[in-house]
């Protein structure tokens, strides 16, 4: 497994994204409430670019007129016919049997100079 630099962590504040393309691979690097993810943008229907649909909450109803959000901010809509993925897990919401790719992230200090920067990498 290798790291690649996505970018210093204060560019990545929490509920941000950013696509980084690695080896051919697009993927999309998110900081979910402070913790970051990586998830293939490749979108496992048809082929949409995932991760360029809306960040969104899972909507839960106990019946007609009645809704709630939960998970706000860990769930991206398919831009193309509106399938949804748990950030965390690469799982569709409706089936976790169907599911796209997930990488490991860390948080790890870099030396610059004289300064040290939390920096985001990818673990591929
Ligand atoms: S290509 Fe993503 S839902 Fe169809």
């Known amino acids: 497994m290798t790291k690649h630099l996505v970018g210093k962590a204060d560019d990545l504040?929490?509920?941000?994204?950013?696509?980084?393309?690695i080896g051919g691979r697009s993927i999309?690097?998110?900081n979910i409430h402070g913790a970051y993810y990586a998830l293939r943008n490749l979108c496992p229907h048809q082929g949409a670019a995932l991760c360029s649909g809306h960040?969104?909450?899972?909507?839960?109803?106990?019946?007609?007129?009645?809704?709630?959000?939960?998970?706000?901010?860990?769930?991206?809509?398919?831009?193309?016919?509106?399938?949804?993925?748990?950030?965390?897990t690469g799982q569709m919401v409706v089936d976790p049997k169907m599911r796209t790719m997930t990488y490991d992230v860390s948080v790890e200090k870099y030396d610059v100079s004289v300064d040290e920067e939390d920096r985001v990498f990818v673990h591929i």
């Open 13 to 21: 504040p929490p509920g941000s994204k950013h696509i980084i393309t």
């Open 28 to 30: 999309g690097v998110y």
């Open 55 to 88: 960040t969104t909450a899972f909507v839960t109803s106990s019946g007609p007129g009645d809704f709630s959000y939960e998970c706000e901010g860990e769930i991206v809509r398919c831009p193309w016919h509106q399938w949804e993925f748990d950030i965390k």
